[in-house]
């Protein structure tokens, strides 16, 4: 079950941090941080005085998760923040986030990671296994430990579907036809994730046409991305689950066999063991489409069962739904939106050393998008209404849309499957790998790195 900030303040309250013998009482900074949280009022104050003197702001980090932390003492603890940075930001957790996110300069003190860990632990003392020191080291880890955030449950409290049970589409009368649902085809093998389930575990592991795979669907982001986890080298598969952290409003998900956290949106790993591996997990196609509309087309699918194990409510629009119908983020992230709202949908692609990102509302106007990434040509096919898109490789044709179908520039008509475009004289033209995602997200992760469509 989830634990509340609320349920965690009342636990500190209650002494449930470990005792004061298992700080390193030498370092007067941490016992300074440790003071935030539990200790008299007096001694509280004269270590705070002992900050401002200090005058460093390298503490705020540290500062800043026992703010998130304690009720009864976060308008002394943002005093010391303001005095250290000059900036005014007031009690909101949210408005310091994104300000430490706009300061990377700002390198925290070493106290960080014992403070840190010692707060975490007492959520859920699993994440051990994701925190261990001599991972935490900032020359060590791929991202910033400052902005590894606690998103609201203990490991696993988000569970993974490892091989769940599939029906025929005939016997899943739960689903409606407006249903979104995740659609995969490999290897002939052709099946369907119900968003409406995929909410509540945000990651399958499966074997699917002969591949294993995981879609790892952050519902905070709006992505679902399919990754094959079987990698050059390593005699198993990955298996993979949510740990419970969040990194600018992305999940962190980890691996079952070293405990790595790894990036959701990326595929690599950014703290744990296989950091300097140079592992990056490769992209296969998903779709997001209706039931209906993939049922249609696949009438052969197999879905998600109702029976999962777990107890949820499943219906539609239940999972997520003020988060999906409000413009606002629950987590912080820096965002530009001079362009794009922060909660605008987009396809993405990451393929041929390149990245680029196309609005979901360019499909709007048209429904097919010819256009090229690293100088590789593409066609996209999408709908805005469905949130579908499709990419596929189109070498040196310019394609349209007639008829409810696709046609090139001499007006041959063209198949369209899962996994390629498929022309009149039989030429094969393959699927190139995307996802949706929120705008943030893409913004947060790629930036300047990345090209955005804007015809």
């Known amino acids: 079950m989830p634990v509340s900030r609320r349920q965690f303040v009342g636990m500190v309250g209650a002494s449930a941090l470990a005792p004061a013998t298992s700080w390193a009482q030498e370092d007067p900074v941490l016992d300074a941080l440790h003071s935030t949280l539990r200790g008299g009022r007096t001694?509280?104050?004269?270590?705070?005085?002992?900050?401002?003197?200090?005058?460093?702001?390298?503490?705020?980090?540290?500062l800043l998760t026992a703010?998130?932390?304690?009720?009864?003492?976060?308008?002394?603890?943002?005093?010391?923040?303001?005095?250290?940075?000059?900036?005014?930001?007031?009690?909101d957790w949210f408005d310091w986030m994104l300000w430490q996110e706009q300061n990377p300069q700002i390198v925290p003190h070493p106290s960080l990671i014992p403070f840190k860990r010692e707060v975490l632990l007492q959520i859920d003392d699993n994440f051990d296994l994701f925190l261990r020191p001599e991972y935490l080291q900032r020359q060590r880890m791929k991202i910033r430990l400052e902005e590894i955030t606690w998103g609201g449950v203990r490991k696993d409290g988000i569970p993974s579907l490892d091989n769940p049970t599939l029906i025929s589409a005939s016997d899943a009368d739960y689903l409606k036809d407006?249903?979104?649902?995740?659609?995969?085809?490999?290897?002939?093998?052709?099946?369907?994730?119900?968003?409406?389930?995929?909410?509540?575990?945000?990651?399958?592991?499966?074997?699917?046409?002969?591949?294993?795979?995981a879609l790892a669907y952050c519902t905070l982001c709006g992505s679902g991305i399919l990754f094959e986890t079987q990698v050059p080298?390593?005699?198993?598969?990955?298996?993979?689950?949510?740990?419970?952290?969040?990194?600018?409003?992305?999940?962190?998900?980890?691996?079952?066999?070293?405990?790595?956290?790894?990036?959701?949106?990326?595929?690599?790993?950014?703290?744990?063991?296989?950091?300097?591996?140079?592992?990056?997990?490769k992209q296969r196609p998903v779709v997001i489409t209706t039931w209906d509309n993939w049922k249609s087309s696949h009438p052969d699918t197999r879905v998600l069962s109702l029976s999962t194990g777990h107890?949820?409510?499943?219906?539609?629009?239940?999972?997520?739904?003020?988060?999906?119908?409000s413009p606002e983020l629950m987590?912080?992230?820096?965002?530009?939106?001079?362009?794009?709202?922060?909660?605008?949908?987009i396809?993405?692609?990451?393929?041929?050393?390149?990245?680029?990102?196309?609005?979901?509302?360019?499909?709007?106007?048209?429904?097919?998008?010819?256009?090229?990434?690293?100088?590789?040509?593409?066609?996209?096919?999408?709908?805005?209404?469905?949130?579908?898109?499709?990419a596929y490789e189109r070498a040196g044709h310019r394609f349209k849309a007639s008829g409810g179908g696709l046609v090139d520039e001499s007006g041959r008509k063209w198949t369209l499957s899962e996994?390629?475009?498929?022309?009149?004289?039989?030429?094969?033209?393959?699927?190139?790998?995307?996802?949706?995602?929120?705008?943030?997200?893409?913004?947060?992760?790629?930036?300047?790195?990345?090209?955005?469509?804007?015809?």
Do not use: C
């Open 347 to 390: 396809f993405t692609i990451r393929q041929f050393g390149a990245a680029r990102a196309w609005p979901l509302d360019a499909f709007d106007r048209t429904r097919v998008i010819n256009d090229a990434i690293a100088d590789r040509p593409l066609v996209l096919i999408g709908n805005s209404d469905r949130r579908t898109v499709r």
């Open 331 to 345: 987590f912080p992230a820096l965002v530009d939106q001079s362009e794009h709202r922060q909660k605008d949908y």
């Open 43 to 62: 001694d509280f104050e004269a270590k705070m005085a002992f900050l401002v003197q200090r005058g460093n702001p390298d503490v705020v980090p540290a």
């Open 67 to 91: 703010m998130r932390f304690t009720d009864r003492r976060r308008d002394d603890i943002v005093e010391v923040m303001e005095t250290l940075t000059g900036e005014q930001l007031g009690t």
């Open 233 to 281: 080298g390593r005699r198993k598969p990955f298996v993979f689950g949510s740990s419970g952290f969040l990194y600018r409003s992305n999940k962190l998900m980890f691996d079952r066999e070293t405990h790595s956290l790894w990036n959701q949106y990326t595929g690599k790993p950014v703290v744990g063991p296989l950091v300097d591996s140079g592992i990056e997990l």
């Open 311 to 325: 107890r949820r409510n499943y219906g539609s629009g239940v999972v997520y739904r003020e988060y999906f119908a």
């Open 419 to 455: 996994e390629m475009l498929i022309g009149p004289d039989g030429t094969q033209l393959p699927r190139v790998a995307g996802h949706i995602s929120y705008w943030f997200a893409w913004d947060n992760y790629l930036g300047d790195a990345a090209s955005v469509y804007n015809g």
């Open 178 to 213: 407006d249903d979104l649902v995740f659609g995969v085809s490999i290897n002939g093998d052709v099946r369907a994730y119900p968003l409406r389930i995929m909410g509540w575990h945000e990651m399958f592991n499966e074997v699917i046409g002969g591949v294993p795979v």
